[in-house]
């Protein structure tokens, strides 16, 4: 006689992901979701902006004719990229980059030796009126 079986029905995901790997994964994801967060909040306090990311859990799953399956995990995440200002810099006439402009002349700056080293105190605008 053959057996009847009852259909299940889905299991909860988050029942599935402490299961795999006897809790790892859930673990992990857990703790890459708080660092990903962690560092949304410090790039948007310094950008004094809004920040994104992206947590990505993958499941990698495979099942054998006797139906044993085997389920690998990875977990990622995508922080913001840190802003940094661009360095203007020329190219040479060999094509190497300088912080330079060669077409511009350079002025010959000096050091003036035995110059005066004395102390002043400047007026202000509202000093000189109040006189």
């Excluded at 994964?25 to 990311?53: C, I, P, T, Y």
């Amino acid at each position: 006689m053959k057996e009847t079986t009852q259909e299940e029905g889905p299991r909860a995901f988050a029942v599935v992901l402490q299961a795999i790997a006897d809790g790892e994964a859930h673990q992990e994801a857990g703790q890459k979701l708080h660092d990903l967060l962690q560092a949304l909040r410090e790039h948007a306090e310094l950008n004094n902006s809004s920040a994104s990311g992206k947590l990505t859990l993958e499941l990698k799953v495979r099942v054998d004719a006797r139906g044993v399956a085997s389920v690998g995990y990875d977990v990622g995440t995508v922080k913001p990229a840190t802003k940094r200002a661009p360095a203007t810099m020329w190219l040479t006439k060999g094509g190497n980059l300088t912080p330079e402009n060669p077409k511009q002349m350079s002025l010959g700056l000096r050091t003036v030796e035995g110059g005066k080293e004395e102390v002043r105190a400047i007026e202000t605008a509202q000093e000189v009126r109040n006189v």
